[in-house]
């Protein structure tokens, strides 16, 4: 079955980095997906990473994939009071839809 | 370009009744998804479509349906609306593989 975890919540201090962790099910996913979602917005996809690759990076933000656990994180460098906000993972999964996590609730000190 | 668009913004309904919500997206996509937003529960999807004319059933179909005639447009059709399905709905359209663009959601409450 197709199923994708997360932990609620995160409480960093601005300029610490943050780790956001989440784990999947299907092995037949072939992209995994972080987006970010502010209050009151629809979602916004901040990065992708294909299921053949181990690491992603793209300025602040560090994907890392984990296969054989089927786990992934997303690493943001110098976290910044903007990067407040519901952070998903979702997984592409075989029927070629998308599968999200519960979302990860990213509250950032100054 | 307005990217994917879904009217109405906010809606109540009475306990029975029914109502289409629409998504409408300009950019050709193939893909389009509905999906339910509840808090701790992220989004879950309930029918989704892989091109024109074509629908498939997601996680949690019950008490919906859909119609994909064009091919950019996606209509949610709720028949008789209860309680459990006060929810944010959202929309989404993509290619094959590639980033899925979000509308900014539809706030449903049923009394």
């Known amino acids: 079955g197709e199923d994708v975890e997360q932990s609620l919540f995160l409480s960093v201090r601005e300029g610490d980095s943050s780790v956001i962790n989440c784990t999947y099910t299907?092995?037949?996913?072939?992209?995994l997906y972080w987006y970010k979602q502010e209050p009151g917005a629809g979602l916004q996809l901040l990065t992708y990473i294909f299921s053949n690759m181990d690491m992603k990076q793209d300025q602040r933000l560090t994907v890392l994939l984990n296969k054989k656990d089927k786990h992934l994180s997303l690493r943001i460098a110098d976290t910044q009071t903007g990067d407040s906000a519901i952070y998903f993972c979702?997984?592409?999964?075989?029927?070629?839809?998308?599968?999200f996590g519960s979302g990860t609730r990213l509250q950032v000190q100054p | 370009n307005a990217g994917v668009t879904q009217t109405p913004k906010f809606r109540v309904l009475k306990t029975g009744q029914s109502m289409t919500l629409l998504c409408a997206q300009d950019m050709n996509h193939e893909y389009m998804y509905w999906y339910r937003q509840d808090p701790g529960m992220g989004l879950r999807l309930i029918h989704y479509?892989?091109?024109?004319?074509?629908?498939a059933k997601g996680e949690v179909p019950d008490g919906y349906n859909v119609s994909r005639l064009k091919k950019q447009n996606f209509l949610l059709g709720l028949e008789s609306a209860a309680p459990s399905q006060t929810s944010v709905y959202f929309c989404?359209?993509?290619?094959?593989?590639?980033?899925?663009?979000f509308g900014q959601g539809t706030r449903l409450t049923v009394v």
């Open positions: 989404a359209s993509s290619w094959e593989y590639t980033e899925a663009f």
């Open positions: 979702a997984e592409l999964t075989g029927r070629r839809a998308l599968t």
């Open positions: 479509s892989v091109g024109e004319g074509t629908t």
């Open positions: 299907d092995s037949s996913s072939t992209y």
